[in-house]
Protein backbone atom coordinates (compact mmCIF):
# COMPACT_ATOMS: atom_id res chain seq x y z
CA UNK A 1 0.00 0.00 0.00
CA UNK A 2 1.11 3.75 -1.06
CA UNK A 3 1.46 5.51 2.60
CA UNK A 4 3.28 8.48 1.32
CA UNK A 5 1.52 10.46 -1.39
CA UNK A 6 2.41 9.51 -4.90
CA UNK A 7 4.31 13.08 -5.61
CA UNK A 8 5.92 15.17 -2.94
CA UNK A 9 7.39 18.46 -3.84
CA UNK A 10 9.45 20.31 -0.63
CA UNK A 11 10.96 23.28 -0.59
CA UNK A 12 12.13 22.89 -4.47
CA UNK A 13 14.47 25.57 -6.57
CA UNK A 14 15.67 24.86 -9.99
CA UNK A 15 18.55 27.50 -11.74
CA UNK A 16 19.12 28.07 -15.42
CA UNK A 17 22.85 29.19 -14.54
CA UNK A 18 21.65 32.36 -12.58
CA UNK A 19 18.18 32.48 -13.13
CA UNK A 20 16.28 31.20 -10.74
CA UNK A 21 13.08 29.33 -12.60
CA UNK A 22 11.24 27.76 -9.90
CA UNK A 23 11.94 29.38 -6.16
CA UNK A 24 11.06 26.95 -3.60
CA UNK A 25 8.02 25.88 -3.70
CA UNK A 26 5.90 22.69 -2.01
CA UNK A 27 2.80 20.49 -3.16
CA UNK A 28 1.83 17.48 -2.94
CA UNK A 29 -0.83 15.32 -5.05
CA UNK A 30 -2.48 12.76 -3.32
CA UNK A 31 -3.52 8.73 -4.73
CA UNK A 32 -6.00 9.04 -7.27
CA UNK A 33 -6.32 12.95 -7.69
CA UNK A 34 -5.43 15.46 -10.43
CA UNK A 35 -3.46 18.39 -9.08
CA UNK A 36 -2.81 21.66 -11.60
CA UNK A 37 -0.04 23.85 -11.97
CA UNK A 38 -1.56 27.01 -13.65
CA UNK A 39 0.06 29.71 -14.69
CA UNK A 40 1.51 32.05 -17.34
CA UNK A 41 4.19 31.26 -19.70
CA UNK A 42 7.25 31.48 -18.20
CA UNK A 43 6.03 30.28 -14.28
CA UNK A 44 8.34 27.56 -13.86
CA UNK A 45 5.66 24.52 -14.57
CA UNK A 46 7.55 22.83 -17.19
CA UNK A 47 10.51 22.95 -15.25
CA UNK A 48 9.16 21.46 -11.80
CA UNK A 49 7.36 18.80 -14.17
CA UNK A 50 10.68 18.03 -15.88
CA UNK A 51 12.03 17.74 -12.14
CA UNK A 52 9.38 15.48 -10.92
CA UNK A 53 10.12 13.30 -14.04
CA UNK A 54 13.76 13.12 -13.55
CA UNK A 55 15.19 15.03 -16.23
CA UNK A 56 17.49 16.62 -13.84
CA UNK A 57 17.92 16.63 -10.40
CA UNK A 58 16.58 19.66 -7.53
CA UNK A 59 19.08 22.39 -7.60
CA UNK A 60 17.68 22.73 -3.85
CA UNK A 61 15.31 20.88 -2.01
CA UNK A 62 13.78 17.48 -2.54
CA UNK A 63 11.23 16.04 -4.97
CA UNK A 64 10.00 11.93 -4.13
CA UNK A 65 7.50 10.11 -6.84
CA UNK A 66 6.14 7.31 -5.62
CA UNK A 67 8.60 7.37 -2.82
CA UNK A 68 11.50 7.35 -4.61
CA UNK A 69 13.94 10.37 -5.70
CA UNK A 70 13.16 10.31 -9.99
CA UNK A 71 16.67 11.71 -10.70
CA UNK A 72 18.54 9.19 -8.87
CA UNK A 73 16.11 6.02 -8.58
CA UNK A 74 15.59 6.45 -12.71
CA UNK A 75 15.42 2.99 -13.55
CA UNK A 76 12.66 1.88 -10.77
CA UNK A 77 10.79 4.91 -11.28
CA UNK A 78 10.55 5.95 -14.79
CA UNK A 79 8.34 2.37 -15.52
CA UNK A 80 5.88 3.62 -13.57
CA UNK A 81 5.04 6.49 -15.04
CA UNK A 82 3.68 8.28 -17.99
CA UNK A 83 4.79 11.58 -19.48
CA UNK A 84 3.36 13.86 -22.26
CA UNK A 85 6.14 16.29 -22.93
CA UNK A 86 5.22 19.71 -23.39
CA UNK A 87 6.43 19.30 -27.08
CA UNK A 88 6.31 15.80 -28.50
CA UNK A 89 8.97 14.37 -30.64
CA UNK A 90 7.59 11.40 -33.44
CA UNK A 91 8.89 10.25 -36.48
CA UNK A 92 6.74 11.96 -38.84
CA UNK A 93 7.14 9.17 -41.41
CA UNK A 94 5.68 6.46 -39.21
CA UNK A 95 1.75 6.04 -39.01
CA UNK A 96 -0.19 6.56 -36.08
CA UNK A 97 -0.39 2.59 -35.52
CA UNK A 98 3.84 2.01 -36.29
CA UNK A 99 3.85 4.86 -33.58
CA UNK A 100 1.93 2.92 -30.74
CA UNK A 101 3.83 -0.59 -31.97
CA UNK A 102 6.94 1.02 -31.67
CA UNK A 103 6.86 2.59 -28.40
CA UNK A 104 5.24 -0.66 -26.92
CA UNK A 105 8.32 -2.13 -27.18
CA UNK A 106 10.17 0.24 -24.26
CA UNK A 107 7.59 -0.35 -22.29
CA UNK A 108 7.10 -3.45 -19.48
CA UNK A 109 3.29 -4.34 -19.45
CA UNK A 110 2.05 -2.34 -22.52
CA UNK A 111 -1.63 -1.88 -22.87
CA UNK A 112 -3.29 -3.06 -26.28
CA UNK A 113 -2.58 -0.45 -28.91
CA UNK A 114 -6.39 -0.23 -29.29
CA UNK A 115 -6.89 0.41 -25.55
CA UNK A 116 -4.97 4.02 -26.47
CA UNK A 117 -5.87 4.55 -29.70
CA UNK A 118 -9.20 3.93 -29.35
CA UNK A 119 -10.02 6.72 -26.73
CA UNK A 120 -7.53 8.90 -28.22
CA UNK A 121 -10.16 9.36 -30.92
CA UNK A 122 -7.29 8.14 -33.36
CA UNK A 123 -9.10 5.14 -34.24
CA UNK A 124 -9.81 6.00 -37.92
CA UNK A 125 -6.14 7.96 -38.39
CA UNK A 126 -4.45 4.45 -37.12
CA UNK A 127 -2.94 4.13 -40.78
CA UNK A 128 -2.28 7.78 -41.45
CA UNK A 129 1.87 9.52 -41.06
CA UNK A 130 2.41 11.38 -37.97
CA UNK A 131 3.34 14.39 -40.41
CA UNK A 132 -0.31 14.50 -41.40
CA UNK A 133 -2.15 14.83 -38.17
CA UNK A 134 -3.00 18.12 -37.17
CA UNK A 135 -1.87 19.63 -33.80
CA UNK A 136 -4.44 18.72 -31.64
CA UNK A 137 -4.36 14.60 -33.06
CA UNK A 138 -0.38 15.13 -32.50
CA UNK A 139 -1.19 16.12 -29.20
CA UNK A 140 -3.36 12.78 -28.54
CA UNK A 141 -1.12 10.53 -29.64
CA UNK A 142 1.53 11.92 -27.35
CA UNK A 143 -1.56 11.12 -24.34
CA UNK A 144 -2.20 7.57 -25.87
CA UNK A 145 1.85 7.19 -25.53
CA UNK A 146 2.08 8.32 -22.13
CA UNK A 147 -0.78 5.79 -21.19
CA UNK A 148 0.43 3.05 -23.26
CA UNK A 149 3.02 1.75 -19.77
CA UNK A 150 -0.44 1.84 -17.71
CA UNK A 151 1.31 4.65 -15.56
CA UNK A 152 0.35 5.16 -11.72
CA UNK A 153 1.56 8.50 -12.25
CA UNK A 154 0.77 10.48 -15.15
CA UNK A 155 2.62 13.81 -16.22
CA UNK A 156 0.82 15.99 -18.91
CA UNK A 157 2.50 19.39 -19.66
CA UNK A 158 0.00 21.58 -21.27
CA UNK A 159 -2.05 18.78 -22.91
CA UNK A 160 -4.62 20.56 -24.91
CA UNK A 161 -2.39 23.50 -26.51
CA UNK A 162 -3.58 24.12 -29.65
CA UNK A 163 -6.55 22.08 -29.22
CA UNK A 164 -9.89 23.37 -30.87
CA UNK A 165 -12.88 23.45 -28.46
CA UNK A 166 -14.13 20.17 -29.67
CA UNK A 167 -10.60 18.31 -29.74
CA UNK A 168 -10.05 20.01 -25.94
CA UNK A 169 -13.28 18.17 -24.82
CA UNK A 170 -12.65 15.01 -25.69
CA UNK A 171 -9.08 14.80 -23.90
CA UNK A 172 -10.45 16.26 -20.65
CA UNK A 173 -12.97 13.33 -20.93
CA UNK A 174 -10.02 10.50 -21.33
CA UNK A 175 -8.05 12.60 -18.38
CA UNK A 176 -11.00 12.13 -16.53
CA UNK A 177 -11.48 8.73 -16.99
CA UNK A 178 -7.97 7.99 -16.41
CA UNK A 179 -8.54 9.65 -12.93
CA UNK A 180 -11.34 8.03 -12.10
CA UNK A 181 -9.53 4.61 -13.14
CA UNK A 182 -7.72 6.04 -10.13
CA UNK A 183 -4.04 7.45 -11.76
CA UNK A 184 -2.73 9.96 -10.42
CA UNK A 185 -2.22 13.03 -12.33
CA UNK A 186 -0.08 16.25 -12.56
CA UNK A 187 -1.01 18.58 -15.34
CA UNK A 188 -0.26 21.91 -16.04
CA UNK A 189 -2.17 24.24 -18.17
CA UNK A 190 -2.60 27.95 -18.63
CA UNK A 191 -5.92 27.66 -19.92
CA UNK A 192 -8.76 28.48 -16.47
CA UNK A 193 -11.18 26.39 -17.50
CA UNK A 194 -8.94 23.45 -18.08
CA UNK A 195 -8.09 23.53 -14.69
CA UNK A 196 -11.42 24.31 -13.42
CA UNK A 197 -13.34 21.43 -15.06
CA UNK A 198 -10.19 18.36 -14.45
CA UNK A 199 -8.41 19.74 -10.75
CA UNK A 200 -9.01 18.32 -7.51
CA UNK A 201 -6.76 20.86 -6.35
CA UNK A 202 -4.70 23.16 -8.21
CA UNK A 203 -1.90 25.59 -7.58
CA UNK A 204 -1.00 28.92 -9.12
CA UNK A 205 2.48 29.59 -10.17
CA UNK A 206 3.94 32.61 -11.05
CA UNK A 207 7.59 33.40 -11.32
CA UNK A 208 8.71 30.25 -9.85
CA UNK A 209 6.23 30.51 -6.76
CA UNK A 210 2.75 29.10 -5.41
CA UNK A 211 1.07 31.74 -5.39
CA UNK A 212 -2.37 30.34 -4.45
CA UNK A 213 -3.03 26.43 -4.06
CA UNK A 214 -6.27 24.27 -2.91
CA UNK A 215 -9.23 23.47 -4.35
CA UNK A 216 -11.01 25.85 -6.79
CA UNK A 217 -13.64 26.70 -3.98
CA UNK A 218 -10.98 27.44 -1.59
CA UNK A 219 -8.55 29.43 -4.18
CA UNK A 220 -11.80 31.48 -5.20
CA UNK A 221 -12.77 32.35 -1.52
CA UNK A 222 -13.04 35.49 -0.21
CA UNK A 223 -11.93 36.81 -3.87
CA UNK A 224 -14.75 39.79 -3.94
CA UNK A 225 -18.29 38.74 -5.96
CA UNK A 226 -19.46 41.32 -8.64
CA UNK A 227 -22.70 43.59 -8.96
CA UNK A 228 -22.90 46.02 -12.14
CA UNK A 229 -25.36 48.02 -13.79
CA UNK A 230 -25.29 50.68 -15.44
CA UNK A 231 -25.21 54.61 -13.20
CA UNK A 232 -29.04 55.55 -13.98
CA UNK A 233 -28.81 59.17 -15.85
CA UNK A 234 -30.28 61.26 -12.60
CA UNK A 235 -28.15 59.68 -10.06
CA UNK A 236 -24.25 60.67 -8.76
CA UNK A 237 -22.26 57.68 -7.90
CA UNK A 238 -22.33 59.12 -4.49
CA UNK A 239 -25.89 58.74 -4.61
CA UNK A 240 -25.87 54.66 -5.03
CA UNK A 241 -26.73 53.04 -1.90
CA UNK A 242 -23.39 50.82 0.07
CA UNK A 243 -24.10 47.49 0.01
CA UNK A 244 -22.61 45.94 2.82
CA UNK A 245 -21.03 48.61 3.70
CA UNK A 246 -19.33 48.45 0.46
CA UNK A 247 -19.44 51.69 -1.99
CA UNK A 248 -19.58 51.72 -5.66
CA UNK A 249 -17.15 51.92 -8.27
CA UNK A 250 -16.97 52.97 -12.01
CA UNK A 251 -15.89 51.61 -14.72
CA UNK A 252 -16.54 53.07 -18.37
CA UNK A 253 -17.94 50.60 -20.66
CA UNK A 254 -19.19 51.56 -24.38
CA UNK A 255 -18.48 55.52 -23.37
CA UNK A 256 -20.94 54.53 -20.46
CA UNK A 257 -20.37 54.92 -16.74
CA UNK A 258 -21.18 51.65 -14.70
CA UNK A 259 -21.36 50.83 -11.21
CA UNK A 260 -19.53 48.34 -10.21
CA UNK A 261 -19.20 46.61 -6.22
CA UNK A 262 -17.04 44.20 -5.07
CA UNK A 263 -18.60 42.05 -2.44
CA UNK A 264 -17.00 39.35 -0.23
CA UNK A 265 -18.30 36.32 2.03
CA UNK A 266 -21.91 36.23 1.86
CA UNK A 267 -22.30 39.99 0.23
CA UNK A 268 -23.86 38.80 -2.96
CA UNK A 269 -27.38 37.84 -2.09
CA UNK A 270 -27.67 40.35 0.87
CA UNK A 271 -26.02 43.09 -1.47
CA UNK A 272 -28.23 42.34 -4.37
CA UNK A 273 -31.40 42.26 -1.84
CA UNK A 274 -30.36 45.68 -0.37
CA UNK A 275 -29.99 47.16 -3.96
CA UNK A 276 -33.12 45.84 -5.08
CA UNK A 277 -35.04 47.40 -2.57
CA UNK A 278 -33.17 50.77 -2.95
CA UNK A 279 -34.44 50.91 -7.08
CA UNK A 280 -37.56 49.78 -5.97
CA UNK A 281 -38.11 52.49 -3.62
CA UNK A 282 -36.77 54.87 -5.89
CA UNK A 283 -38.40 53.48 -9.17
CA UNK A 284 -35.10 53.23 -10.92
CA UNK A 285 -34.60 50.43 -13.81
CA UNK A 286 -31.34 48.98 -13.17
CA UNK A 287 -30.14 48.71 -17.05
CA UNK A 288 -27.78 45.86 -17.42
CA UNK A 289 -27.88 44.86 -13.83
CA UNK A 290 -25.43 41.76 -13.48
CA UNK A 291 -24.17 39.72 -10.57
CA UNK A 292 -21.78 37.06 -10.82
CA UNK A 293 -19.17 35.14 -8.39
CA UNK A 294 -16.00 35.34 -8.20
CA UNK A 295 -14.13 33.07 -10.74
CA UNK A 296 -10.81 31.31 -11.01
CA UNK A 297 -10.35 34.02 -13.67
CA UNK A 298 -10.48 36.53 -11.51
CA UNK A 299 -8.49 35.16 -9.13
CA UNK A 300 -5.45 34.16 -11.85
CA UNK A 301 -5.40 38.03 -12.82
CA UNK A 302 -5.48 38.88 -9.52
CA UNK A 303 -2.67 36.73 -8.65
CA UNK A 304 -0.32 38.19 -11.37
CA UNK A 305 -0.83 41.41 -10.97
CA UNK A 306 -0.34 41.79 -7.37
CA UNK A 307 2.87 39.96 -7.43
CA UNK A 308 4.02 41.75 -10.59
CA UNK A 309 3.71 45.21 -8.16
N1 LIG B 1 16.90 25.62 -20.67
C1 LIG B 1 16.66 26.84 -20.17
N2 LIG B 1 17.65 27.75 -20.04
C2 LIG B 1 17.44 28.97 -19.52
N3 LIG B 1 16.21 29.42 -19.09
C3 LIG B 1 15.19 28.56 -19.20
C4 LIG B 1 15.36 27.24 -19.75
N4 LIG B 1 14.15 26.62 -19.72
C5 LIG B 1 13.28 27.53 -19.19
N5 LIG B 1 13.90 28.67 -18.89
C6 LIG B 1 13.30 29.86 -18.27
O1 LIG B 1 12.76 29.47 -17.01
C7 LIG B 1 11.51 30.07 -16.77
C8 LIG B 1 10.47 29.01 -16.52
O2 LIG B 1 10.27 28.27 -17.71
P1 LIG B 1 9.25 27.07 -17.80
O3 LIG B 1 9.51 26.14 -16.67
O4 LIG B 1 9.33 26.52 -19.17
O5 LIG B 1 7.87 27.82 -17.54
P2 LIG B 1 6.38 27.44 -18.01
O6 LIG B 1 6.34 25.99 -18.37
O7 LIG B 1 5.55 27.79 -16.81
O8 LIG B 1 6.07 28.33 -19.17
C9 LIG B 1 11.22 30.95 -17.98
O9 LIG B 1 11.61 32.26 -17.68
C10 LIG B 1 12.11 30.35 -19.05
O10 LIG B 1 12.47 31.32 -19.99
MG1 LIG C 1 5.75 25.05 -20.06
New binding site residues.
Given amino acids: MQTSPPIQVTGLHQR??G?E??AGISFDVREGELYA?L????????????TLEGHRPAHAGTVRVLGRDPHRDRRDVRPRIGIML?EGGFFGDLTVAETVAHWRGFTPRPRDPDEVIGPAGLADRADVRVRQLSGGQKRRLDLALALLGRPEVLFL??PTTGMDPEARRATWTIVRDVVDAGTTVLL?THYLEEAERLADRLAI?HR?RIELAGTVREVVAGHGDRISFRLPERFQVAELPALGGVRAGIEVDGGRAVATYTVTGQGLQAGLYDLLRWADGRRVALDGLHARSASLEDVFLSTAEGADQ
Fill in positions: YGFAVLGTNGAGKTTTLEQDETMG
